[in-house]
Nanobody, 113 residues
Framework: QVTLVESGGGLVQPGGSLRLSCTAS????????MAWYRQVPGKEREFVAR?????TYADSVKGRFTIFRDDAKNTVYLQMMSLTPEDTAVYYC?????????WGQGTQVTVSS
């Protein structure tokens, strides 16, 4: 059974930081590119960051967010800094494979004073 479990979300003040984690099981983690997406109500899910053959970021988070992975722990992280209210969303982990891909259940990040 494939699972992707995100954690680390919560309420943070503008300018603050959070680190999201996504721990995977049920597939060969090292064979997959891993990514983070986010979604706010009424809007489409949007790309945030990806680590695979290369590391890429959405322009809106470049320089503030860092994606990294620990294959020994089957975990991908998203370090978020200088958070703004516009970063408020549900953040989803995504495993991007050659034939299959998987989504996590999401974790809420709220940036508010």
């Amino acid at each position: 059974q494939v699972t992707l479990v995100e954690s680390g979300g919560g309420l943070v003040q503008p300018g603050g930081s959070l680190r999201l984690s996504c721990t995977a099981s049920g597939f060969t983690f090292g064979a997959y590119a891993m990514a983070w997406y986010r979604q706010v109500p009424g809007k489409e899910r949007e790309f945030v960051a990806r680590t695979g053959a290369a590391i890429t970021y959405a322009d809106s988070v470049k320089g503030r967010f860092t994606i990294f992975r620990d294959d020994a722990k089957n975990t991908v992280y998203l370090q978020m800094m200088s958070l703004t209210p516009e970063d408020t969303a549900v953040y989803y982990c995504f495993a991007d494979g050659l034939f299959y891909n998987y989504w996590g259940q999401g974790t809420q990040v709220t940036v508010s004073s």
